[in-house]
Structures are given as structure tokens and as C-alpha cells.
């Protein structure tokens, strides 16, 4: 991980976008980095998930569908987290699975679809809770036309003060169960029509 060294300035140019209690900015110098800065309120939760990725690293989970986080870097706007910022091979920023929903094009939207059930079979066979999963933090890194994957940018993690449910796997799948229900209802709130094609999230694969 990237260890902290002289300070980084970070300005609107640089600026991405806000949520989670965070605001996120383009590494100026690391096009593939993005630095979040959490605000005073967001201090804990941006803690307690950077202690999850220290433990999915410390037991040799895989980052496929989530992005990795790299350390710790001071900026001008205070202390930030450094996280992979997702791509597409064209050198563009990602675009969210809403805005590909949104294509209404029903090609588009099977490939989402398949996207979704690989997403859930890694959630499961990885083990990785997360506290919260929506359309706009959920980025569709493409490839060329036809190749495509999911990547969870925020919300991974067990919000719990004491991170049991990590240790409890029946506990943390019924949580995963009941997020995953949530998700799904805030997908058939803009899509109604595409969730009767998403799995619940602990059927077989």
C-alpha cells in the first residue's frame, strides 16, 4: 500500500463526485487512483471500511468486482483514502449500471443482467459483505462492445461497530440476503420491468 508522502493538492477540475459522506477526487498525479476525503461525519464509516479491505487482504479474497483500496494520503482538504479508480479501455471513467439501464436497449440490458448474477455468484463465493449496493455505485468497466464487468466502488464492508458478522457467516448472509432484497427494490423503482430477471441473492448457481 502507498504510504503517505508530501502533501497533495486536490481541486475542483479534480473533482468526481459526493456520497457515502465523502467526496471523491481524480488523483492528480495517478490517473487510475481516486483519493475520497470523508467528511467529519463520515470519518467512522471510512474507517471501519478501510479496516475491511486491510482483512480481505490479510485473508487472500479476490478484488475482481470491488475496487482495491491503497493507503492513506494527505491533500490540502485534509487526510484522504486512495482507492483504484475503475476505467474503461478507452481511458474513460466508468460509466454506472443505472446509465446502462437507462439505454433502454434490451442487448445492453441482458449483458447487465448476466453482469448481476456474476456479481452475486463472487459476492457469495468470496464472502464480502457489503451495507450497501445501488445502481450509482456500481461501475460498468467495458472492455470493447461486447465485454464488460461490474465493479462495487462504495458501501462494501460490515457497518457494525464489531465486525461479528465476518466471523458469523449464517448472520452475514442473511444480512447479504436482506441488502440484496433492497437493491433489487431500488433497481424496480426506475426499471420495474428487469428484476423479476435478478436471482435472490443466496439461490443456486
Not at 463520515?42 to 479474497?61: I, M, P, Q, T, V
Not at 463472487?122 to 451495507?131: A, D, P
Not at 442473511?174 to 440484496?180: A, L, P
Request: contains cysteine.
Amino acid at each position: 500500500m502507498q504510504n503517505k508522502k508530501s502533501q497533495i493538492i486536490l481541486n475542483n477540475d479534480l473533482f468526481i463526485g459526493e456520497g457515502m459522506g465523502r467526496k471523491c477526487y481524480i488523483h492528480p498525479e495517478d490517473k487510475n487512483l481516486c483519493i475520497k476525503i470523508p467528511s467529519p461525519r463520515g470519518k467512522r464509516s471510512a474507517d471501519r471500511e478501510k479496516n475491511y479491505f486491510k482483512r480481505l487482504h490479510w485473508y487472500g479474497k479476490s478484488f475482481e468486482h470491488i475496487v482495491d483500496y491503497k493507503g492513506s494520503i494527505d491533500t490540502n482538504n485534509g487526510s484522504g483514502d486512495l482507492y483504484e479508480l475503475v476505467r474503461d479501455d478507452d481511458g474513460n471513467i466508468s460509466k454506472n449500471l443505472e446509465y446502462y439501464f437507462s439505454l433502454n436497449d434490451k442487448k445492453i440490458t441482458s449483458k447487465m443482467l448476466m453482469l448481476i448474477e456474476d456479481l452475486r455468484v463472487y459476492l457469495i463465493k468470496e464472502y464480502i459483505l457489503f451495507s450497501d449496493l445501488d445502481m450509482d455505485n456500481i461501475l460498468v468497466k467495458k472492455y470493447d462492445e461486447n465485454n464488460f464487468k461490474l465493479v462495487i466502488i462504495d458501501g462494501v464492508g460490515d457497518n457494525n461497530q464489531i465486525p461479528f458478522l465476518e466471523y458469523i457467516k449464517s448472520l452475514g448472509i442473511k444480512r447479504c440476503e436482506r441488502k440484496w432484497d433492497l437493491f433489487k427494490t431500488k433497481i424496480a423503482e426506475k426499471f420495474p420491468d428487469i428484476t423479476k430477471n435478478i436471482k435472490n441473492f443466496s439461490d443456486k448457481f
